[in-house]
């Protein structure tokens, strides 16, 4: 391949720059530290290794999990998961199965040959689309879903019903810090808006780098986000130093302060502690800004891949996906599993979560920046972190430097299809 060179650590090159500067002005994040778990016993046999994306209570239940598939292993869980991989494959040593929720990185591994095909056991569920994109010319079976979450949708108190229509900003709870990246949570804005105003074709493009950023549906959309800011763009810069989880031990932003909805995925119901039966949802398109009419679903998935030939990472894999072990996952965690023989059993919330994710009638699509290159996502974040601290600044421009960056990715990259399921 030609052209730059290929995973560059995020933080490295002019993005990179502009967006520490950012960091260092605005966030004042640090990135968390990375842990190791390992199971009790020792027979001998090599440990499986694994990266993955939980820390805490989390990866304490996924532990719980793992320690019931008989195998023994290496856990590391950190928020950091991209630059922690790339450093093991540039060392040379990379874990067995890594966990990411960008599965556009996990594209990129597999077209420099990294990923090993997962296999299919006897009885494996059929994902389908969006659980189960290809990447044109790639082998199908080089990474399977773990774990799912439902993100067009906006968190509320049960003693405070969402409005009819869209919600000024003064009503929005935002926090845009994190443990490792920061602008997710306004790209989750951005890819909601595309989703509901130009439907799911041509989100599909836009994730898959086949739409322009700085002009149609993107700046449309984008156009729609800053004009809610600039409501208040003290309040829109003030988000930029809050942690989307809200104060330690303080149930969440849904809790703190004025604000009464929040655009969250499914996973922040963990946010709110013991407060959790005091909220509920309602799906966000008639919320957002311009009040548009749904038309997809934004979700999201962990993914898992093997990076080793080990057999016993293999099997490792395969247990971990069966219908028993994401049975006791979801008992264990309460977590969303993308396994269509897996339904959630208890909790009208969960209930109504878990039926969405398998209820076609809307698309569901894809994250998109999960599933852009990491640069390109890199600079998604950075347009996003900029609109928030200045929210009368030129959407266009900034767009267009998202666009160079497109521009600039190296030709022949695999392009990924299925990132939306089609109506049923």
Sequence with gaps: MTGRPRH??????????????????????TVAGCGLA???????????????PWTGDQEKQFKEVLDTLDTP????????????????????????????????????????????????????????????????????????????????IVWHRTDQPPPSAPAPLRSWCIGMGDDGASGWPGSDWIEDLVLQTAGPVLYERWATGKL??????????????????????????????????????????LFQGDCTLEHQGSFARSFYGDHQEQVSFTDSARLLPGG????????????????????????????????????????????FLPNPDVRTRSGTVEKRISSRLVDHRLPLCLDASDVMPAAVREAF????????????????????????????QPDGVPRLTGVCSRPQ
């Excluded at 967006?19 to 994040?29: D, I, Q, S, Y």
């Excluded at 700085?214 to 930029?240: E, F, I, M, T, Y």
């Excluded at 347009?383 to 929210?391: G, K, N, S």
């Design 73 to 152: 292993y290496t856990y590391q869980g950190t928020a950091a998961t991209r630059e922690v991989l790339l450093a093991g494959v540039q060392a040379g040593d990379p874990p067995d199965i890594a966990i990411l929720p960008g599965i556009g990185d996990l594209v990129e591994y597999a077209a420099e040959n990294r990923l090993k095909p997962v296999g299919r056991p006897a009885g494996a569920p059929a994902y389908g689309r969006p659980w189960q994109p290809e990447a044109e010319g790639m082998d199908a079976d080089l990474w399977v879903p773990l774990k799912a979450d439902l993100k067009s």
């Design 292 to 335: 548009p009419r749904a038309k997809g679903r934004e979700v999201s998935a962990d993914f898992a891949a093997l990076f080793s030939d080990s057999p016993q990472a293999r099997d490792l894999l395969a247990r971990l996906t069966s219908r028993r072990a994401q049975e006791e996952w979801g008992r264990r965690a309460g977590v």
């Design 212 to 253: 322009e950023w700085h002009k149609g549906p993107v700046a449309r959309a984008w156009s729609l986000w800053a004009g809610l800011l600039a409501q208040d763009p003290a309040a829109a810069r003030d988000a930029l130093s809050k942690d989307h989880r809200g104060p330690a031990g303080r149930h969440g932003l």
């Design 38 to 52: 390992v199971p009790g016993g020792d027979d001998g046999r090599p440990k499986v290794t694994i990266l993955g």
């Design 8 to 29: 560059r650590p995020p933080g490295t090159g002019t993005t990179g720059r502009l967006r520490t500067v950012l960091f260092v002005l605005c966030l004042a994040l």
């Design 381 to 408: 974040y950075e347009a996003v972190l900029l609109t928030m601290a200045d929210p009368g600044g030129s959407v266009e421009a900034r767009l267009e430097d998202v666009q160079r960056v497109q521009d600039a």
